[in-house]
């Protein structure tokens, strides 16, 4: 099958460490014939580590979409509130659009990307590598199975701590540049509500509390939230960037049991006291989510993540934040 022509918009950490590693192993469905950032040394590193040559190396995107004649697609990593602009413009260009998330930095734009794909007649996906997750994927079909019985509840702390100095929050956009509503909670959190979407389904209320620990970690760093899934299950959800915490496993309770969803397994809980594990496939979320892109492409076919789930993430998002500052209540 044709390889698709492949360019990527963003050379920074994500591209690098989570990105090129899939993109490396999938050169029998892709070629990446160009590549761009503003900071062209970080354009060349990315081009040299996958040997490609030196005039594939752009500075600037809306040159490189319009000159780049052979492009199919294009990976988007930027900086957050350019997400929507950028992916919009490719999208109209007539390329097929993976995009770091969250969808948008506000609830309209995450709304407008879900038209993106039938409007320009591209395939654009929001590169929510959760999605992809073999352990989230395992604990929602044991959910489907009633293994513990009726799901009623779930517990999770995501709970991270941040040093000031740490490689991800030096990027400006990140750390210090407090235009992004929500900081890390918007950042880091759509991930953590994507997952619980897959095993819970759709939340219909929030009620949350947020501060800002670590003025250093931009404008918010903690949220706690308690959200109620349309199927009336009840999630306790700690998000934190600036806590310490030995335990980040998600907890899923059910009338006949509990699962304790970890790194390597997902552990069951008995009634008669017994621990019965479940073991899940451990391949790369990011090579996963690259492979149903480009086979997306291919095949002519709707990626397997639901366009409306990342837009959705940034709708819960927003209401955590909307919640944490008016104490109120919010229904999505």
Known sequence: MKKIKIGIIGCGLITREAHLPAVKRLTDKLDVIAVCNRSEGKAINIANELGIPLHTVWTDWKEMIQEVKDLEAVLIALPI??????????????????????????VEEAVATGDFSLKYGVTF???????YQPKFNKAAELIQEEIIGKLHSISWNVLNYVK???NYNQTAWRGADFTIPGGYVLDGGVHAVHALQMIAGPVKSVFAKVKSIDKNLGSIDTAFALLEHENSVVTSLNLGWKSLNDDK?????????????????????TLSGETVDHFFDTENDFFL???????????????KIPKQMP???VKIIMA?????????????
Request: aromatic share 6%.
């Open 164 to 166: 000031s100095d740490n």
């Open 81 to 106: 509130p350019l997400n929507y602009s950028v992916s919009e413009a490719c999208c109209k260009a007539g390329l097929s659009v993976l995009c770091e998330k969250p969808a948008g930095i506000s």
């Open 289 to 303: 989510q690259w492979s149903d892109f480009l086979d997306a492409l291919q095949n002519n076919r709707p990626p």
């Open 249 to 269: 496993c998600l907890k899923l309770y059910g009338d006949k049991g509990t699962l304790a969803v970890r790194d390597d397994k997902i552990e069951q809980l």
């Open 125 to 131: 996906m929001t590169a929510e590598n959760f999605h």
């Open 320 to 332: 955590i934040l909307e919640s944490g500052e008016t104490g109120e209540k919010v229904f999505l």
């Open 311 to 313: 837009i959705d993430d």
